[in-house]
């Protein structure tokens, strides 16, 4: 049933602690009947920090002059794919900043049958790599990716445009979320939420998208200003607290509304939050995404500040992570791809 848009806006507009409390109890109710309370893990491979777009809210936007660039190199991304599959993560995302080059898209396809190699086919791969062109992603999906996250970011035309240059649309993201679908991919997409002018009718407006879509994961947080970018202005006033808050709103939400789709618990939360992604868990999220790039490389990949782990090693996020998810009472999906249930459904 579609979701009523003036019960999500009364949801989302809970501030009352007891309120959010229930809240995210009946999320988690919602979540063990649906999904269950298995944690699934895709490590994380944050390819490359170069991004030909401009996104006024991001920390590696091609207009911040201010870092490194770096790219891994196919060895070594091979490698980080080893380690995840040795650690019986079932799953792992390759994700990097935006590039359509023809060298970008064959360094991918490379990688991706490479990795289907390594792990005889074993190990499930989600790629989050911006827009790219019809043919680009069934290229990636014929060399065996079959999962794809592509945040729409917003709904809301006059916000998307506020936050984007000129030449960003929001319609051919949507076009390429099409795209992703009619290729045969399980389809994920997000948006933050606590962005400059944005209200919880807006946000409720992106979770009838999400339905109306059809979409099979999320993968959504709270907007945190960056010092180096255009909105840096928006530093001093930011709250932590009220952004964890609004981040785990939206997650327990989107479980009531959306019932049997993945959900992830984004490393943002844990940015305001030492125990911000287990929050995550407990509101509704069964996904997490756990870092596995090289420690030497993760300074150059702050999307936004505050990011956790940027000193742990994967070997050492790993052991803490188990502990975290075993100290609320749920277990980990390990050698298990962990897709989502939405889309067999969907499919039957
Ligand atoms: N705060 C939170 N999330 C951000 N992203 C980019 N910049 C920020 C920020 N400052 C998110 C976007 C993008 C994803 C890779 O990171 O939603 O899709
Ligand atoms: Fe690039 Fe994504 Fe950052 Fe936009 S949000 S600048 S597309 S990495
Ligand atoms: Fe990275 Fe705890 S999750 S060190």
């Given at each position: 049933m579609r979701p009523d848009r003036n019960e999500l806006i009364r949801m989302l507009s809970l501030q009352d602690q007891d309120e959010l409390d229930d809240l995210y109890k009946q999320a988690y109710e919602i979540k063990k009947q649906q999904v269950g309370t298995k944690v699934y893990f895709r490590g994380i491979i944050e390819l490359s920090n170069i991004c030909s777009k401009n996104c006024f809210y991001c920390g590696i936007r091609s207009g911040n002059p201010d870092f490194k660039r770096y790219t891994i190199s196919m060895q070594e991304a091979l490698r980080e794919a080893k380690w995840c599959f040795d650690q019986r993560y079932g799953s792992l995302v390759i994700q990097a900043g935006e590039r359509t080059d023809e060298a970008w898209v064959d360094f991918i396809t490379e990688l991706v049958a490479g990795i289907k190699e390594l792990s005889g086919g074993k190990l499930g791969m989600t790629l989050s790599l911006g827009e790219q062109s019809e043919e680009v992603y069934a290229r990636w999906f014929e060399a065996g990716a079959h999962r794809y996250l592509l945040r729409i970011e917003t709904t809301n035309q006059e916000l998307y445009k506020s936050l984007h240059p000129a030449d960003h649309s929001l319609e051919y993201r949507l076009k390429c979320l099409r795209s992703l679908r009619k290729v045969g991919y399980q389809v994920g997409t997000g948006v933050m939420i606590g962005l400059p002018g944005q209200s919880m009718a807006d946000i409720a407006d992106d979770i009838l998208f999400f339905f109306d879509?059809?979409?099979?994961?999320?993968?959504?947080?709270?907007?945190?200003?960056h010092q180096k970018t255009p909105l840096k202005h928006l530093v001093d006033s930011f709250d932590p607290e009220l952004a964890l808050q609004l981040g785990l709103k939206l997650i327990a939400v989107c479980r009531i509304a959306l019932k049997d789709i993945n959900i992830a618990t984004t490393t943002a939360l844990q940015a305001l939050h030492p125990e911000g992604r287990e929050l995550g868990l407990l509101a509704g999220a069964n996904v997490l995404m756990p870092n596995i790039t090289n420690t030497e490389y993760r300074d150059g990949y702050q999307?936004?500040?505050?990011?956790?782990?940027?000193?742990?090693?994967?070997?050492?996020c790993i052991n803490c992570l188990s502990r975290?998810?075993?100290?609320?009472?749920?277990?980990?999906?390990?050698d298990e791809w962990g897709d989502s249930l939405h889309f067999f459904k969907r499919k039957q």
């Open positions: 879509e059809d979409v099979d994961m999320l993968g959504m947080g709270p907007y945190i200003p999307l936004y500040e505050g990011k956790p782990c940027l000193d742990e090693n994967a070997d050492q975290r998810i075993a100290s609320i009472g749920e277990s980990i999906g390990f």
